[in-house]
């Protein structure tokens, strides 16, 4: 399977997704995610609110998850094959301590500045219904509760009824400024999550390709408190979030965790170190809603951020949009990186989480 498939996200086959998230066991031709999206009944007149779903909610279930991810499991998230996949060796790029000059294009490459962006973006790792590890990134933003992550719907479920058993993954943590195995800031297990209600049953038949084409592959989460009950934000700080037209040309900075090496030996990242790309943001010329930049990322990268008006000395901006998918799915040169930007259904999820007390 080519590391720019059109998605490389879930094992499990009811999941009918290809997007940027974990593992995956079938691939199917970007043409049939796109024949009918977005105009069909799913996409286009389905309610749309908030479809939450239960994490760890007890301090034996926080622990549990804790324990379980380890460095060597942190490691080999998203390998098809983790019983005969070697572990990656760590990233040792060297960190750069000067800012990176504004406005720098960046096609992809290990982030080495430092700043807020190195604590409040990390790996987000979970386990799909298969019992298999997935990773994908997420990011602490400015919220009431000082604990609410953005990430993409297809990082935390396939398309299906939120009641369902295989639904939702399990084993959701949170490791901000992940690097090489460990946890710098700790690790964060999630207690309640949400996407929107048109990534549930899909009347239509819709697949998760239909409905990120159709701008919905975005969700929240909120995280458990550290142990002596600090929330995420007081230990990480947080980005800004907003909800703004895209513009053409807009410079944007990009952030995620692609693993890809792990299944490809000739791929570029394995996941160890967070990787950034930068660039003018465009529209998908088959999908556009979603908007993109010159970018190498591919599998594990989803629900990375995408930053409006960041500022490269401090490692703060606006997050406006996550990550979806390639230019497979979307169009566009090889290779480009693709962000379901935020909106009103975003805005919805949003103001669930902010208030959500964790």
Known sequence: MSP????LLRRAATAG???LCAAAAVVLPPTAARASAPDTPATRSAPDFPSTGT???TPQERDRIDAYWTPVRMKLAGALIPEITPVPEDDLTPDDPRPLPAGTPDPGGTWR???AVNQSVGRLFFTFSDGYDGSCTATVVQSSNRSTLVTAAHCLRGVGSPAADDTWNDNLYFVPGYRNGTKPLGGFSVRAMATSSRWDTAPSGASSEDLAVAGFDTAVAVVNPAPGGRPVADITGSQRIAFPKPVEGEFLHAFGYPKGRLNDSSAKYAGSRMIHCAGPARPGPKAPLLWGTDCDMSSGAS????LKGFDTRTGTGTVVGVTTTSDDLAGGPTPSLYATRFGDS????Y???RNHNS
């Open 351 to 353: 103001n669930w989480a």
């Open 303 to 306: 629900g990375g951020p995408h």
């Open 346 to 349: 975003a805005r919805k999820l």
């Open 55 to 57: 994490g760890a909610t």
């Open 113 to 115: 500045h430092g700043g």
């Open 4 to 7: 720019t498939s059109p998605v």
């Open 17 to 19: 997704a290809l997007l």
